[in-house]
């Protein structure tokens, strides 16, 4: 099984834990990308877990497409679209995925990208594209901010019980989130990429960053006793900070254009 199946069975595992507890994208994305597509547009989107992106796509007025490989996910982003009769969730991976005759307009990866195949993704992707279609890799990094000492605190819980699991030391800045090009050039199918970054903040208790945790695939996959013993750790320094952390996000939006 590669690293990427064995993420989408943890996530699989506890679909509803996922659904509440996996953060968002930030409207502004979305306004973008509408700006650049029209609200009647096509879209594909890849590995949609249980709708934290189709959900701000469908309302936006696009014809959706959602692909995603695991049953539980699929059932809980049907759900969460029921009330856009626009949107249909597909169960299949992208690449066995057979391409529709009529090309898309946009194609989004929210979180996924980097779980599809690298052979293929770009060749895919832009077969599935119309002509000056356009593609979307959205990305979610913890940036320095928020309750710093927590979370240094918290690394030092990660040395003590599960040293390969640790995050590094200090945090990145905005400017030190890489903004990835090489792909898209070296495979002479998109236009030079656009990227577009917006940071924001979450709040959360005790039980809401545990709950959080438990949906990583790194944490999943631990020890029931090296997991429990993790957990209570971070659990104590953040009732040591007043029952309450910030965590600071930075979401990057690449966009480019297939060419031809």
């Not at 002509?131 to 990305?139: K, Q």
Request: proline share 6%; with cysteine; hydrophobic share 35%.
């Amino acid at each position: 099984m590669s690293d990427g199946e064995r993420g989408r069975s943890a996530f699989a595992e506890d679909a509803e834990r996922y659904d509440r507890s996996r953060p968002g994208y930030p409207a502004e994305l979305f306004d973008v990308l509408t700006a650049a597509v029209g609200e009647a547009a096509r879209v594909l989107e890849i590995g949609c877990g249980t709708g934290q992106a189709s959900v701000p796509l469908a309302s936006r007025g696009f014809a959706l497409t959602a692909l995603e490989l695991s049953e539980e996910l699929a059932a809980l982003a049907r759900r969460n679209l029921g009330e856009y009769h626009s949107a249909r969730v597909v169960v299949q991976a992208f690449e066995e995925w057979p391409l529709p005759p009529v090309g898309f307009d946009l194609v989004v990866a929210a979180t996924s990208f980097d779980r599809l195949d690298p052979e293929q993704r770009m060749t895919k992707v832009a077969d599935a594209l119309r002509p000056r279609g356009a593609l979307a890799v959205i990305s979610t990094h913890h940036i320095a901010g928020g309750s710093d000492s927590f979370f240094a605190q918290a690394g030092q819980c990660y040395e003590c019980f599960a040293p390969t699991a640790a995050p590094r030391r200090s945090l990145p800045t905005p400017d030190e989130i890489p903004r990835e090009s090489e792909e898209f050039h070296r495979s002479r199918r998109f236009s030079a990429p656009e990227f577009h970054q917006y940071e924001w903040e979450a709040q959360y208790t005790s039980v809401q960053y545990l709950d959080l945790l438990k949906t990583y695939s790194d944490h999943r996959t631990m020890p029931d006793s090296v997991r429990e013993q993790l957990l209570d750790c971070i659990e104590g320094h953040i009732e040591d900070h007043g029952g309450v952390v910030s965590k600071r996000y930075l979401t990057q939006l690449t966009f480019a254009q297939r060419l031809g």
